[in-house]
C-alpha cells in the first residue's frame, strides 16, 4: 500500500515539473510595434524618426507643412537642418526616405531652384549701391603720342626763307604720364570732381636735320646738323601736372562694369628739359635753357571702361615762352590704365 501511494506521488511530481518546462521555454507571442510593420531606410540624424499615428513629432528645427496635421494624408514632409525627410504610409507598410540639401549657391547655380530677390532686397542693394564711394579715374599710366599743332613762325623773329625745323615724326614721339597721386570728391556714387598729381614727359623728335638753341638775343633759332648717319633729333620735357576733372559714371548691371566720361583742365609746372641728338655714333646733349613756357594750362579729356581707355590733351599755353620762339601748340592722344 505504501509503495502504490509513493508511486503515485512521483508521478504527479515529475508531471508538475515537464509542465512548468514547457511554459518556461515556449516562444513569446510576437508583438507588432504602432500596430504595423515599419520598414525604414538609413537615416542621417538623430531627429529621422517615425512619429506614431496622429502624433506631431516636436523635434527641434523640423519644420511641418499644414498637411501634416490631415491624419488621411499618407505622406509626411520634414526639414530637419540640412536634410529632407519624407515619411510615406501605403497599405500599412511606412518608408523613410532621407535626402540632404544641396547648399544656397549649388542650388542657385546648378538647379535654379531659388527664388528672384524679393522686393525688400533689391530695395537693400539699391540703397547699397547709392552709397558707394565715388572713385575717379586719374591715378595710374598713360601712353600716347605727341604732336605739334598749328606751327607758325612769326616774321618778327624768323626771316623768309627760314625752314620748318619743328616739324615732327609723330609715329616717333611720345608722352608717358606718371599720374601718382588721386583724390576724388563725389556728389553721388556717380558724379563728382578728381584731382591729384602726376608726372608728364615728353619726346619731340623732329623730322629733318635739325636741333634747336639760342641766338644772341635769346631767341630759339634752327641748328643744323653735320654731314652723316642722322639718327636722332629731339627735345624733350618733364613737367609736375594736376588735372581738375568733372567726372561720370554709367554702372552696369548690379553696379558692376563702369563706363566713365571725364572732362577738364589740367596744368603743368615745368621742372626739366633738354635736346639730345646723334649721327652715328656721335651723341650730343644740351640740358640749358630753351625758352620753354614754365607754367601750362589746357583741356583733357577721358573715356573708358572700367580701368581702361582713352584720353587727349589740347594745351592753350604755346609750347615756347611768347616772343622767344616759334608758335606751337602741344596735342597729346593715348590710352590710359588706372589703377
Known sequence: MKTQILLVILIFVSATLFAQNDTLTAPPEPVEPFGEEVISEPVDSAFDVVPEEGEIDETPEAEFSDEEFNSERDTVHVRVGKHAIEIVTKDGRTQIDVDKLDDYQSQWKDNKNWEEPNEDQIETIHRHRHHKKFDGHWAGIDFGGNQLWNTTYPTTLYPEGTPEFLTTSPEKSFEVNLNLFEYSFGFSSYIGFVTGLGFNFNDYKFKNRYTIEKDDNGVIQPAALPEGDFRVSKLSTT?????????????????????????????????????????????????????????????????????????????????????????????????????
Open 239 to 339: 613737367f609736375l601736372t594736376a588735372p581738375l576733372l568733372l567726372e561720370i559714371q554709367i554702372p552696369g548691371q548690379w553696379d558692376h562694369d563702369r563706363m566713365f566720361i571725364a572732362g577738364g583742365v589740367i596744368g603743368g609746372v615745368k621742372l626739366h628739359e633738354h635736346t639730345k641728338t646723334k649721327i652715328g655714333d656721335e651723341k650730343k646733349r644740351d640740358n640749358g635753357d630753351h625758352n620753354i613756357a614754365p607754367l601750362r594750362w589746357g583741356y583733357t579729356a577721358r573715356i573708358g571702361f572700367e580701368n581702361v581707355g582713352v584720353y587727349a590733351t589740347y594745351y592753350n599755353t604755346k609750347l615756347f615762352e611768347e616772343g622767344k620762339g616759334p608758335d606751337t601748340t602741344p596735342v597729346t592722344i593715348g590710352l590710359t590704365f588706372t589703377f
